[in-house]
């Protein structure tokens, strides 16, 4: 998901606000069952991820969502919209998409100048990254289950991954792994009209829901 600031604003302003919304993040996934395998916290967006609980996404979005901007607003001493616009979710074809998605996600920091290099990436606590390298504690995300992707032991995989992240840092942006890229790298809207239909679609959301990976952006 790419969730961003109302007018391109701060969703976070200080490290306080950064623990707020990690920690409510990792309370409604854990209350929810909703699985978190990537993430990344920047000061105007966030990304992340996931795969929903038996809740929904819709109402996993709600609770956290709603809880983090109240509280923000609160603390800010602001009132209105703190999230621009509503999210959307598209599926992810897991086989294809896993890894470079969470490469692309965890990168983020990097790319964005706020951390200096992967070294840095490896300790920084507001990304997922840290976590799956284990140098930050997040208990909520599931790494075990990126990790089992590099590698059979976690050593081995902590070892594969990091390479595979530290070769991705040379690739850039990824416009195809997001928004109108992914799907046109899916195949185009006849393909994910076809996915859309094993899952679940709420009346009134232009949102993609089915039983697999989603990116919410």
């Not at 961003?4 to 701060?10: D, L």
């Not at 979710?89 to 294809?96: L, N």
């Amino acid at each position: 998901m790419i969730l961003r600031g109302i007018e391109r604003r701060n969703i976070v302003d200080d490290d306080l606000d950064r623990e707020n919304f990690i920690t409510r993040l990792g309370q409604n996934a854990e209350n929810s069952r909703t699985a978190i395998y990537a993430w990344a916290l920047l000061d105007n967006h966030a990304h992340i991820l996931m795969r929903s609980g038996t809740a929904g996404i819709s109402v996993f979005m709600r609770r956290f969502l709603t809880g983090y901007a109240i509280s923000y607003n609160r603390r800010h001493h602001r009132y209105g919209h703190l999230f621009q616009n509503r999210y959307k979710s598209i599926i992810c074809e897991e086989d294809t998409y896993f890894r470079e998605l969470v490469r692309y996600i965890h990168l983020n920091p990097l790319r964005a100048g706020i951390v200096e290099d992967l070294a840095q990436l490896d300790r920084h606590p507001w990304c997922g990254h840290g976590v799956v390298m284990a140098r930050c504690d997040a208990p909520w995300q599931d790494r075990d289950y990126v990790l089992k992707w590099f590698g059979r032991t976690e050593g081995e995989a902590k070892r594969v991954y990091r390479a595979f992240v530290k070769k991705g840092i040379a690739e850039g942006q990824r416009p195809d792994l997001v928004g109108g890229g992914l799907i046109r790298s899916m195949g185009g809207w006849s393909v994910v009209k076809s996915l859309r239909r094993s899952g679940t679609p709420e009346k009134g959301d232009a949102r993609i829901l089915a039983p697999a990976i989603l990116l919410l952006e």
